[in-house]
């Protein structure tokens, strides 16, 4: 699995040691000198890691600050490298994940990040949505049934097509079988939205661990079958 990162940052030490670092963890790195421009950048594109020099970048500390009420981002792990300005407390506390102390040498900058790629894959799969077609059930409060068919699948849930109207009263669970899976998963879910037009989205809100577990690692399969497929012109 590639992951992708920015890093904004205008010391040339940092990028000479973190750059050799993640292409070894299979993470691609986006270098950015700028904070209005890394701003910009963040708010248009998806990273799965976004690396900010707090201290040292002008403007460095609001673009980590700014980075959980944005849309794109505000789920990305966020690493913030402290140059004896800014607290690690305090950093926390604007939402990094991980922090990192100058000067930072090869043996820690690969610690810090091999900690945290379980939660860079995990945000990967999380925003991760598969296009594919299934059959799935959707349960109602009172026990009415809608049969529909998927159009993309997530970990938090899933985009359904079908004829008719949505029954009143809320939604209890959805049925589905993944392809090549044993048994079907009866997740708790809710509506998240519905256009009127026969599509709607519908948000998991529990589900049990181990049909998490398989969804987990069927969308991870997903996602690398994707990636490695060649690109269509």
């Known amino acids: 699995m590639v ?124 925003y991760f949505r598969h296009p594919i077609e299934i059959p799935v059930t959707v349960v109602f409060g009172q026990g009415q049934e809608l049969k529909a068919t998927t159009t993309n699948i997530s970990e938090g849930g899933m985009a359904i097509r079908f004829r008719g109207r949505l029954p009143k009263g809320g939604i209890s669970k959805v049925v589905f079988t993944l392809p090549d899976m044993p048994s079907s998963m009866e997740p708790k879910a809710t509506l998240a939205w519905a256009d009127g037009a026969g599509r709607a989205g519908l948000r998991f809100l529990e589900v049990p661990q181990k049909s998490r577990e398989l969804l987990e690692a069927w969308l991870t399969q997903q996602l690398q079958i994707q990636e490695k497929a060649p690109a269509k012109n």
């Open 3 to 126: 992951l992708e990162s920015l890093l904004l940052s205008r010391d040339p030490q940092v990028v000479r040691v973190l750059r050799p670092t993640l292409e070894k963890l299979s993470v691609e790195i986006e270098v950015c000198r700028g904070a209005r421009s890394g701003g910009e950048i963040l708010s248009s594109e998806k990273f799965d890691a976004v690396i900010v020099d707090c201290d040292d970048l002008q403007g460095g500390l609001d673009v980590l600050a700014g980075l959980r009420k944005g849309t794109s981002n505000r789920n990305s792990v966020a690493f913030a490298i402290l140059n004896g300005n800014t607290t690690t407390q305090k950093a926390f506390e604007l939402g990094a994940n991980f922090v990192l102390q100058k000067p930072i040498s090869p043996l820690n900058a690969m610690r810090c990040f091999s900690a945290a790629l379980s939660f860079m894959e995990r945000e990967r799969r999380r």
